[in-house]
């Protein structure tokens, strides 16, 4: 059972323009989500969380929104660089239960120059 | 500060073995959580060890395992290896103080190839 899915394995995007990965959940428990990048050969690294209370956050060129009703998250990338090519990863938690993360399966972004 | 380690960085085993993995996590870090990440599945959570224990447990079958040891190194072993095992093995640290989230960091994996 995939509680967490990421359904676009892949996604090419031009230089400069805006990157919009998604991701859904099932587990209306979940009360905290975070972004992570992961390059080849590297462990996933976090770039960006998003808690139940909130329906955005901002962090530089990345804005996660949350859309709870829906059990929504997307990760806006604006503008994208050839640097942000990776996989990333929707993770999500119940951060009042055993927090234990679980992981989306992932979305192949490339930055195309 | 030195990163999450992981030793070895690549393997290769035949069916049937066993094979251990070594995790060397954050300093100060005292929880350790152990990934399978494979193509299309995304990272599977296998367990987490906090103190000497193992706290959480994902759904894999008991030929996986794993221990914490004092200074909060983990290990996990798989025995009788078959060929879906093969995956990227990652480890995570986090200092698990109570009250909030804590940041996972990932070390680069272990690359595990069964043939």
């Known amino acids: 059972d995939q509680q967490v899915k990421q359904n676009s394995p892949s996604l090419s995007v031009q230089e400069g323009r805006i990157s919009i990965l998604n991701c859904d959940y099932t587990n209306s428990m979940f009360d905290y989500f975070l972004w992570y990048k992961k390059y080849p050969a590297e462990g996933p690294t976090f770039l960006i969380s998003?808690?139940?209370?909130?329906d955005k956050n901002e962090d530089g060129r990345f804005t996660v929104f949350l859309n709870k009703s829906a059990k929504h998250l997307s990760l806006h990338i604006v503008p994208s660089q050839p640097g942000d090519s990776a996989v990333y990863f929707c993770?999500?938690?119940?951060?009042?239960?055993?927090?234990?993360?679980?992981f989306g399966t992932g979305t192949r972004l490339t930055i195309i120059p | 500060k030195a990163g999450v380690t992981q030793t070895p960085r690549y393997l290769i085993k035949t069916r049937g073995q066993q094979v251990t993995l070594s995790c060397s996590p954050i300093?100060?870090?005292?929880?350790v959580s152990w990934y399978q990440q494979t193509p299309g599945q995304g990272l599977q959570f296998l367990f987490e060890y906090f103190s000497e224990t193992q706290r959480n447990k994902g759904n894999f079958p008991g030929r996986f395992s794993g221990r914490q040891f004092s200074n909060s190194r983990s290990e996990m072993n798989v025995s009788t290896l078959e060929l879906g095992d093969s995956a990227l093995y990652l480890c995570?640290?986090?200092?698990?103080?109570?009250?909030?989230?804590?940041?996972?960091?990932f070390g680069p994996g272990t690359r595990l190839t069964v043939l």
């Open positions: 300093s100060g870090h005292r929880s």
């Open positions: 995570a640290s986090s200092r698990a103080t109570s009250g909030s989230y804590n940041e996972q960091f």
């Open positions: 998003i808690s139940s209370i909130k």
């Open positions: 993770a999500a938690i119940y951060t009042r239960g055993n927090e234990k993360l679980t």
